[in-house]
């Protein structure tokens, strides 16, 4: 199973730091992934590091977000700063590997004005 959290409400400009933590898998093998979704809106992908540690970013969160791995740990990281109202959703991680995938439960995260 895979679990998120580090949500929150934080103001504008702020930090939150996400952890998805999995267990009962091989976690090390496995992409993991971070997607955010807004109400009434599909979730969309926003950052995601490879088994072999290769990060990449959607442009909205490039150069504020920094995702990251401890495979000692079975835990990936999105650290978030500079925070924007626009980064107000619900945020989810995926595990996957081929055919198999694992979600988290969402973490809210509140950014005010």
């Known amino acids: 199973q895979l679990q998120a959290s580090g949500g929150g409400l934080v103001e504008a400009g702020g930090s939150l730091n996400l952890s998805c933590v999995g267990s009962?898998?091989?976690?090390?093998?496995?992409?993991i992934g971070w997607y955010r979704q807004y109400p009434g809106e599909p979730r969309e992908l926003i950052a995601f590091?490879?088994?072999?540690?290769?990060?990449n970013y959607e442009d909205s969160v490039k150069g504020r977000f920094t995702v990251s791995r401890d495979n000692a740990k079975n835990t990936v990281n999105l650290q978030m700063n500079s925070l924007k109202s626009e980064d107000t959703a619900v945020y989810y991680c995926?595990?996957?590997?081929?055919?198999?995938?694992?979600w988290g439960q969402g973490t809210l995260v509140t950014v005010s004005s």
């Open positions: 009962g898998f091989m976690f090390s093998k496995y992409y």
């Open positions: 590091i490879t088994s072999s540690g290769k990060t």
């Open positions: 995926i595990a996957r590997l081929n055919s198999s995938a694992y």
